[in-house]
């Protein structure tokens, strides 16, 4: 089935933080229509692919750069979806964020001719089955969310690791719905970031675990519910001394060793099961002594280590991959990164960032891969439509799996 694209349009629009990001409309010339848009990282990676600096609303196809792609890419045929992401390397340099658009664009059209989901789309691509992921719910945002010294973890989230897909959201309401409401009656109350956690001032890092530990023992057991903690350690490395690479945390920097101890302690005394970018990127001696280690059901997870690049997977330094498509560009690299990481033994994260739009095509990437793992944020505003399409992602699949 070969796609001959008629029409290419670009548009600005705003993501959930108010920021101008792109969308991409394409048509096919039998009228099959796909319609996509990049989100926005509020601190990307440096190891991550060059964004667009998009900032004009509305109608983009008359800016220079656009209305040569358009130009470009209007009248040419893909016969798959891997022809067109190929095609679209040849324009890297317009951005990451614009080639995403353009490729989930594609997929979606060619979806829409086909009569098929765009899960089912991607896992035939990947050539796998299906599944449902464990979603890692936001519960407290610290970091470059937060903006408190004492709260340095980018996310604490809370992973209902068993049950239906029903009863780990209803697992993850309970939790985050708890502790929202002891904030506002022993913290004088709370913010959200834009990732939809809770921020809860002067509240440290060590008393957010507590109170989610103490919750998931009450009400539930550390078997079916754990915690997740993304430490976005790229972030808190404040260069490297006699000592070392040193990291802050509180007001303390400590070395790569002394993290190590903090976060091994961390993982001894709670149920955290998934343990992301513990290191900063560069940090790689840390990053194999750490998975040496690594305690037996602990996820250890590469974000900024790997940005979603088939090259860089390893088993040797993490057990678990994130998943970003606009650290890579294109569908097709996405799933390659996928691949590489499966053939290595690793498993799968697929996640959101910051600023995201309406679009839900995350949840779509992570049942398409069947990763063990899917991060849109907190149960609140925008996250939601996230959560309603895994719902609907579920019903809509045969004799459903789920993750791990």
Not at 138 to 161: K, T
Not at 322 to 338: D, E, F, P, S, Y
Not at 370 to 378: L, N, T
Request: proline content about 4%.
């Amino acid at each position: 089935m070969v796609n001959r694209i008629e029409n290419v349009q670009f548009r600005g629009i705003f993501d959930s933080r108010r920021n101008v990001t792109v969308e991409a409309e394409i048509r096919f010339a039998d009228g099959a229509t796909g319609v996509a848009s990049a989100p926005i990282a509020i601190a990307p990676g440096r190891r991550e692919r060059a964004r667009a600096d998009v900032t004009r609303l509305g109608a983009l196809d008359e800016a220079p750069a656009f209305a040569e792609l358009r130009d470009r890419i209007t009248g040419t045929s893909a016969g798959t979806q891997r022809d067109f992401d190929e095609f679209l390397e040849e324009f890297s340099a317009v951005g990451a964020n614009v080639l995403v658009a353009l490729s989930v664009a594609f997929a979606r059209a060619r979806c829409a001719a086909l009569g098929t989901p765009l899960s089912a789309y991607i896992a035939a691509d990947a050539g796998i089955s299906p599944r449902l992921p464990v979603p890692l719910v936001n519960v407290f945002s610290g970091g470059i969310h937060g903006g408190d010294p004492f709260m340095p973890f980018q996310e604490i989230m809370v992973a209902p690791m068993s049950g239906s897909l029903h009863d780990r959201l209803r697992v993850a309401l309970a939790v985050y719905e708890e502790l929202e409401a002891q904030a506002r009656l022993h913290h004088g109350g709370c913010g959200y970031s834009s990732a939809g956690g809770l921020r809860v001032r002067g509240m440290v890092f060590e008393d957010a675990l507590a109170e989610i530990t103490a919750v998931i023992d009450r009400r539930f057991s550390r078997d079916d519910v754990g915690i997740g903690i993304d430490v976005a350690a790229e972030h808190l490395r404040r260069g490297t001394g006699r000592r070392g690479t040193e990291y802050a945390i509180g007001d303390e920097l400590l070395t790569e060793r002394q993290l190590g101890e903090l976060l091994t302690g961390l993982v001894a005394k709670h149920p955290i099961r998934y343990l992301e970018d513990p290191y900063d990127p560069a940090d790689v001696a840390s990053w194999k002594d750490f998975a040496g280690q690594r305690p037996d059901g602990l996820y250890l997870c590469g974000d900024d280590l790997f940005v979603t690049d088939e090259r860089r997977m390893t088993g040797e330094l993490a057990n678990c991959t994130v998943i970003k498509l606009t650290q890579c560009g294109t569908l097709t690299r996405g799933i390659r990164a996928a691949l590489a990481a499966r053939a290595e033994g690793m498993a799968l994260c697929v996640s959101h960032r910051s600023g995201e739009t309406e679009d839900c095509g995350v949840c779509d990437l992570a049942v398409g891969l069947a990763s063990e793992f899917i991060k849109v944020g907190g149960p609140s505003a925008d996250r939601m439509a996230k959560y309603n399409q895994l719902i609907r992602l579920e019903a809509g699949l045969d004799g459903v799996r789920r993750a791990p």
